[in-house]
């Protein structure tokens, strides 16, 4: 056996052939509009949970045209495992090392004028040029330029010779909503834009659509499209569900039962004491806990499944471990696998299910699992 295999069965799976059906239902969604829109694969926030690197790598070979990260940290990690493909940065924080954003070859969305000479300076310092992707804040209200700012910038832009303008693009607000009037006003903001650069000279492809909007607004694809959660097999709310029924989710969290015993009535379990067995009750004890990005909030509310059971978790959840009450699953022992986030049986907890219980949604579930959960 691997030796490098850790001694603590908590884990969770990566299915990469499903990651690439998803990217498959991106281009279909596509096709199904009659848009050509390149896709930029969205790992970010180490692709969602999911590891960054083997995501990006299976991305790529299932047609991905570019990657999207949001850090420069997070492209570097990709050029250290040898992506070589496009790499788009979202986040435009890079004030301190413009050089990287050029070492890297990352193409990163600018806004601010200093970044156009820091960036323009680095990379005639390196003998080479920049491309870059012009961000407009057409209604998130977070990064970009508003548009009554871009003539100017456009303006700008041109007098910085290492400097090329690839892209033009903007990030949606509210394209999960069912009222669209918000979604349709930054459509029509980003097209104004659009036009004006194209009177100008400049021939960027222009991207908008995150998942939402490549499920529900066709008119929304334009050039480019950069999904994200749907690519880990979730849609970004649940009412979008028969959208996305040809997803298939990515990720599948298990552990393992380490401990069992019986208790009488009115035992407490866990700090607190905040659960107190009502009748004779058998308790089982999991490793894992809010360390591992199993929130504590979940307490009250969360079910694990054991046996093709659900199981609700009893007690505080501690910061390595948590308790369930398997009093109805006869036979549960100390070894049986556990799934946290997954299928097990007929029965399956989806991460939007776990965002509920947790007063949050599924991008955040995936994401704060933590680095010392392995994935396999
Ligand atoms: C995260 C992000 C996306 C992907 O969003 P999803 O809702 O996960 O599809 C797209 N564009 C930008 C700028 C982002 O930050």
């Known amino acids: 056996m691997n030796e490098q295999r850790p001694a603590r069965a908590t884990a969770a799976h990566i299915d990469l052939a499903a990651l690439a059906n998803n990217l498959g239902v991106v281009r279909a969604a596509l096709d199904r509009a009659g ?11 180490d692709a969602y949970g999911h590891g960054a690197v083997r995501s990006a790598q299976t991305l790529v070979e299932a047609g991905a045209d570019a990657l999207g990260v949001a850090l420069v940290d997070e492209g570097a990690e990709l050029r250290t495992h040898g992506i070589s493909g496009r790499i788009i940065q979202y986040g435009g924080a890079f004030s301190m090392r413009h050089d990287l954003v050029v070492q890297n070859r990352l193409e990163p969305f600018v806004f601010r004028r200093e970044d156009l000479e820091a960036l323009d300076t680095a990379a005639r310092t390196a003998g080479t040029q920049v491309d870059v992707h012009v ?3 057409t209604g998130m209200g977070r990064i970009g330029l508003l548009p009554e700012d871009v003539s100017a910038f456009f303006d700008a832009l041109a007098g910085f010779s290492a400097l090329r303008m690839v892209g033009l693009c903007s990030h949606f607000a509210n394209a999960d909503l069912k009222d669209g009037a918000m979604t ?3 459509e029509d903001r980003l097209a104004a834009v659009a036009a004006l650069a194209r ?25 480019a499209v950069r999904p994200g959660i749907m690519l880990y097999g979730v849609v970004p709310a649940r009412h979008l569900a028969q959208h996305g029924a040809d997803l298939r989710p990515v990720l599948s969290w298990t552990t393992e039962i380490i401990h069992v ?62 308790m369930i009450d398997v009093t109805d699953i006869s036979a549960a ?15 399956r907890i989806d991460a939007e299910q776990l965002a509920e219980w947790s007063g949050t949604i599924s991008y955040e579930v995936l994401c704060r699992i933590g680095k010392r959960v392995p994935r396999r």
């Open 199 to 223: 009177s100008r000279g400049f021939n960027p492809t222009v991207h908008l659509a995150n998942s939402a909007a490549i499920l529900l607004r066709p008119t929304a694809h334009l050039d």
């Open 135 to 137: 961000k407009v804040d």
């Open 35 to 45: 848009n050509r829109s390149a896709i930029i694969a969205t790992v970010k926030a």
């Open 184 to 186: 349709q006003a930054q």
């Open 261 to 322: 015993k019986q208790v009488g009535t009115g035992t407490p379990i866990s700090y607190g004491s905040r659960w107190i067995a009502e009748r004779p009750s058998v308790i089982a004890t999991l490793p894992v806990g809010y360390a591992d990005g199993y929130a504590r909030n979940l307490f009250g509310h969360a079910r694990v499944l054991v046996r093709g059971q659900r199981a609700p978790v009893v007690g505080t959840i501690c910061m390595d471990m948590c």
């Open 333 to 347: 022992a100390v070894g049986d696998e556990v799934v946290l986030l997954g299928a097990q049986g007929s029965e």
